[in-house]
Structures are given as C-alpha cells and as structure tokens.
Nanobody, 123 residues
Framework: QVQLTESGGRLVQAGGSLRLSCAAS????????MGWFRQAPGKEREFVAG????????YYADSVKGRFTISRDKAENTVYLQMNSLKPEDTAVYSC????????????????WGQGTQVTVSW
C-alpha cells in the first residue's frame, strides 16, 4: 500500500513559480511510474508530467513542456513538480499518482492517488 501526500499549492501571480511536493509512504518499486495530474473547474483531469521511478525518465504534456520540471528524490521517497512561468490557465487542483505497471498518461490506470493541492494563478 502506498499513500501519497501533496503540498506546496497556493495563490501565485502570473509569471511566478511554485514547487509542489508529493511525499510517498510505503515502498515505491523501480517499475512504478509517478504522475502529476491536474483538474480545473468544469474540465476533465489531465496528465501534466510523469517520471519513471527507477531510471528517472521524464514525460510532459505539451502545455507545460519547457515550463514545468518533474523530479524525484529516492532517499526522501518524494516527487517534485517545479512550475515556472505560471499562467492563469494553470489554475487547478494538482494531484500526484502512482502507477505500479509503468508509464501511463491515463488516470484510470493509476493505483494510488493523493488528495490534491490547489494552485491558483492570478493576473
């Protein structure tokens, strides 16, 4: 069993930066794929970024490529999402998730989810 806890969300002005953290309890296997998703009001949840826990390969949605960076600290069992050049359209609840079976951008394949953290970007 894996429990995920996000933190770091808050109100920030457009152009600003935030770093989200996702602390995991329990063992994370090398084959696990860790993803960040977001859901804005009235919209479907969407994949933002992901990382292979073992080798560290990273993947991004086109909408955040070049602005967001996902990383992980194996010793701390934590995944980070560094978000730069934030835009109002980045406003959403951000959730991290773990897929035991590897790479996926589809939320229904993920096995574990955190409770989410609110990111609000204002002009």
């Amino acid at each position: 069993q894996v429990q995920l806890t996000e933190s770091g969300g808050r109100l920030v002005q457009a152009g600003g930066s935030l770093r989200l953290s996702c602390a995991a309890s329990g063992r994370i296997f090398s084959s696990t794929f860790m993803g960040w998703f977001r859901q804005a009001p009235g919209k479907e949840r969407e994949f933002v970024a992901g990382i292979r826990w073992g080798v560290g390969n990273t993947y991004y949605a086109d909408s955040v490529k070049g602005r967001f960076t996902i990383s992980r600290d194996k010793a701390e069992n934590t995944v980070y999402l560094q978000m730069n050049s934030l835009k109002p359209e980045d406003t959403a609840v951000y959730s991290c998730a773990a897929d035991r079976n590897g790479y996926s951008t589809i939320d229904s394949t993920y096995d574990y989810w955190g409770q989410g953290t609110q990111v609000t970007v204002s002009w």
